[in-house]
């Protein structure tokens, strides 16, 4: 069983070091990493060649894009999806390994996002509050880390590609199908800096824009309000 990870990048120059050092830290040698490149104009895409990518794609901005062309570029029987500012928690391939030997066909991890130091206690507190859905979660975000078999993702025809809401899109596919998912109880750690830059801004939209999205909304309607998405 061959898993490969796919991490769609745009002008993260500043974290790729350290993100691909703990991600190389983490795999065992079967392992590929593929990094999708969305336009990045800050080097992302030297960076991420020079720290421990196998491959280094390029692909039109927007994650589910960048998603789409690394699934369809890679070579493991699993896929996992990471952003560049998550960081995988100690055992994680095992466990998605064993979930897949299981009989699952996709899944996904809790999320805990990290404030920095100086993050005032209701900051903290609404990330906390944002946190526990993924407790529970029967369709995960993107931040959960999500994984599937290729078979799987071919099934539904891929990653959709999406400029905002692929990762609630991809669940819901994957849940219709049938397929099995699995909820695993460790923890991906998350960066809160884009949370902490606009936290109000950031809490809106992670609890109205899943109901917009699910009453028709069109996501490029979503990615304009949202703003600066990647």
């Known amino acids: 069983m061959r898993l490969s990870v796919v991490m769609p990048v745009r002008d993260e120059a500043a974290t790729l070091p350290t993100t691909l050092a703990a991600l190389r830290a983490r ?22 060649g020079e720290h421990g990518a196998d491959r280094v794609l390029h692909a039109p901005g927007g994650r589910g894009g960048q998603l789409r062309a690394g699934v369809e570029a890679a070579a493991g029987d699993v896929l996992l999806l990471l952003h560049a500012d998550c960081r995988l928690p100690s055992g994680a391939f095992a466990a998605v390994r064993d979930a897949i030997a299981a009989g699952y066909d996709w899944g996904a991890f809790r999320v805990r996002h990290v404030p920095s130091p100086g993050a005032g206690r209701l900051r903290r507190l609404l990330l906390r509050i944002a946190d526990r859905r993924s407790w529970r979660t029967r369709l995960p975000y993107g931040d959960q880390a999500v994984f599937a078999t290729h078979a799987a993702l071919r099934s539904i025809g891929g990653v ?22 699995a909820r695993l109880p460790l923890a ?27 009453l028709g909304v069109p996501p490029r309607v979503l990615a304009r309000w949202y703003g600066n998405v990647r």
């Not at 079967?30 to 969305?38: K, Y």
């Not at 809160?192 to 809490?203: K, N, S």
Request: glycine share 8%; net charge negative.
């Open 160 to 181: 959709p590609d999406r400029p905002l809401m692929e990762d609630l899109e991809l669940s819901r596919r994957l849940r219709r199908a049938g397929l099995r998912m």
């Open 188 to 214: 991906v750690e998350a960066d809160a800096r884009r949370f902490e830059a606009r936290p109000l801004h950031a809490t809106l939209c992670w609890w109205t824009f899943p109901t917009l999205y699910r």
């Open 27 to 48: 795999l065992d040698g079967s392992a590929e990493v593929l990094v999708v490149d969305g336009g990045s104009s800050d080097g992302s895409a030297a960076i991420a």
